[in-house]
């Protein structure tokens, strides 16, 4: 400030400002009559003292500091009567201005900065307000969502098969089978009535029961089971006793078990049972997506399969031999031993070799009303080893 007081000090010694008689009378008229005395004087020398001190203070200003000097440009205002709109700032209605002189002018451009910084201040104030809102609003939670995908026990499935379900999550979840049935829970069962492909979904749910996640299933294929019935056909008088069993389809697998050990493959097959009685056959089907299903049929046999040997000989007739024996993809040891002494009378391992009736160590012909016992140890084709046996009665021809 001293540095200030020094500088104004300097200027206005020895200064002196030129006579400009149209000036000096514009004065003289503002500060009310003719220049003289002391009131006026007094008038005078205040004026250009505030005018050589606002004068020599921009001066300073200017030297001290040139950014600022540099900084304002002068802005030229017409002194006629101009009209300027100020915003009142309470109201926002829009108040015109009358500019008479320079004075006026500088004040409403004033008014103009003023204004414009006060909507400025007040923008900055609204954006930090909104700023600082965003800033204290709680943020929302992220669900917690599965920690894994959907698991399904198989995608490939046969009709009436059960598919389990399962989803890892600690919120609450609704399944959607693609068949119309729901499940509520983690973990579910579910099994398909109608074959064909479905798309199951489960919905993870929040707190408002509303899903906030949902989880596609792949495609689910439920396949068709195969039909098992079949046919067969046993007369009781069947002097073969023999058994046909027809499958349904013969496009698939069908296996047979027949109730006495015996397991056969096929769809048309035949079967002899050696004992009389009642057995249970299974025939099982299988298609080819692996669906399976069976059906169990009592069957009656009536006449035992025992190589369909003759009870009773007439050796003057011909030879005695059982027919089964006659096949030729079975092996075979036929005895024939007297009932009585138990004595071996015949024994063949060739179909085409017949008993005539005579008895091997005597070498006669048996007689009417003699017993014989036979005995046949057959093995089929398949390795399997059976046993047969039963007794022969001699007859006359009459």
């Given amino acids: 400030m001293k540095q200030f007081e020094d500088h ?43 005018i050589a001190t606002s004068g020599f203070g921009l001066n300073y200003f200017s030297d001290s500091n040139s950014e600022i000097t540099n900084s304002i440009e002068p802005t030229q205002i017409s002194t ?19 500019l008479t002189d320079e004075s006026s002018a500088n004040e409403a451009s004033a008014v103009l900065a003023s204004t414009a910084e006060v909507e400025q201040s007040d923008l900055k104030v609204e954006t930090a307000f909104a700023a600082s809102v965003v800033a204290a609003a ?21 009709l009436g098969e059960l598919i389990e379900f399962r989803v890892e999550t600690d919120k609450s979840v609704v399944w959607e089978f693609g068949d119309g049935k729901v499940q509520y829970g983690k973990s579910v069962a579910h099994r398909y009535s109608s074959a ?31 039909n098992p019935d079949f046919e067969f056909e046993r007369p009781c008088d069947n002097a073969q006793a023999s058994i046909v069993f027809d499958a349904s389809n013969p496009e698939i697998q069908n296996i047979w078990k027949l109730g006495d ?40 046999v009536c006449r035992a399969y025992n190589l369909l040997a003759p009870k009773s000989f007439n050796p003057s007739l011909g ?33 085409q070799d017949e ?38 009665q001699i007859v006359d021809s009459e």
């Fill in 8 to 50: 104004i000090r300097e200027a206005f010694e020895g200064h002196e400002a030129p006579y400009n008689p149209k000036a000096w009378s514009k004065l003289e008229a503002s500060l009310g009559g003719k220049l003289g005395g002391f009131s006026s004087s007094l008038k005078i020398a205040s004026v250009v003292a505030v």
């Fill in 355 to 392: 008993w005539d009736g005579v008895v091997a160590h005597s070498g006669k012909k048996s007689k009417s009303g003699q017993s014989f016992l036979w005995i046949a140890v057959v093995k089929d084709a398949t390795g399997k080893i059976s046993e047969y046996g039963g007794d022969i």
């Fill in 196 to 226: 064909g492909v479905y798309i199951a979904k489960v919905s993870v749910l929040d707190n408002r029961d509303q899903a906030m996640q949902v989880l596609n299933s792949s495609e689910l294929r439920i396949n068709d089971i195969p």
């Fill in 319 to 351: 030879g005695w031999f059982p027919i089964g024996l006659k096949k030729g993809d079975v092996s075979f040891d036929l005895k024939i031993m007297d009932s009585e002494a138990g004595d071996l009378v015949f024994q063949s391992s060739n179909s």
């Fill in 261 to 300: 050990g015996s397991v056969l493959e096929g769809a048309h097959v035949e079967h002899k049972y050696e004992k009389m009685g009642f057995f249970k056959a299974k025939h099982i089907v299988e298609n080819e997506f692996g669906c399976r299903d069976s059906v169990t049929k009592r069957v009656a």
């Fill in 80 to 98: 006629s009567a101009a009209q300027l709109e100020v915003k009142n700032a309470d109201s926002n209605e829009e108040v015109p201005i009358q």
């Fill in 138 to 158: 709680p943020k929302i939670k992220e669900p917690k969502l599965p920690k894994q995908a959907l698991e399904i026990s198989t995608s490939n499935a046969c």
